[in-house]
């Protein structure tokens, strides 16, 4: 068979054909992890194992992850899950949502911003409110560089 029939027959078969041809060579594991960690497709799947796993664990019959959290709890979890998106860091929000007890649905920025007693403004608005608080604190005289 010539190599442009060969190629159309395996674009006919949905990439099959070139599955199968793959499946020959002695590195197929290697090469595959290597594609999808290069895809960023492969840490996303180690951190939604990692979160269903501690979800079956930690209740399995019960569902979703639910804990009884108090006000101050729920904020700072926020300001974690908050900082954490911010910096690309989905992947591990997606294990410290369920297992910190958060709600799926992230708490307003403006709330937590009012709550916390933040002035957002165009610089604030750049950086996650963990930032500010941060901020903040270091003009009241904690010097953040000698914790």
Not at 28 to 37: P, V
Not at 67 to 74: D, R
Not at 85 to 91: M, Q, V
Not at 117 to 132: F, K
Request: glycine letters at 6%; a neutral charge; charged letters at 25%.
């Amino acid at each position: 068979m010539s190599r442009s029939i060969e190629t159309g027959a395996r674009r006919k078969t949905g990439g099959f054909a070139a599955l199968q041809s793959m499946a020959d060579q002695p590195n197929l594991d290697e090469a595959l992890k290597e594609a999808l960690e290069s895809r960023g497709v492969l840490n996303r799947l180690k951190a939604k194992v990692r979160a269903e796993i501690y979800k079956l664990v930690d209740h399995p019959s019960r569902g979703p992850h639910t804990k009884l959290l108090s006000n101050q709890k729920l904020i700072m979890n926020e300001l974690i899950r908050e900082y954490l998106l911010f910096n690309d860091c989905g992947d591990t929000a997606s294990v410290f949502i369920p297992e910190a007890g958060q709600p799926e649905v992230p708490f307003d920025r403006a709330f937590l911003a009012s709550r916390l007693g933040i002035q957002e403004d165009a610089i604030t608005r750049q950086n996650p409110l963990l930032h500010a608080l941060v901020s903040k604190a270091c003009r009241v005289g904690w010097d953040a560089d000698n914790v």
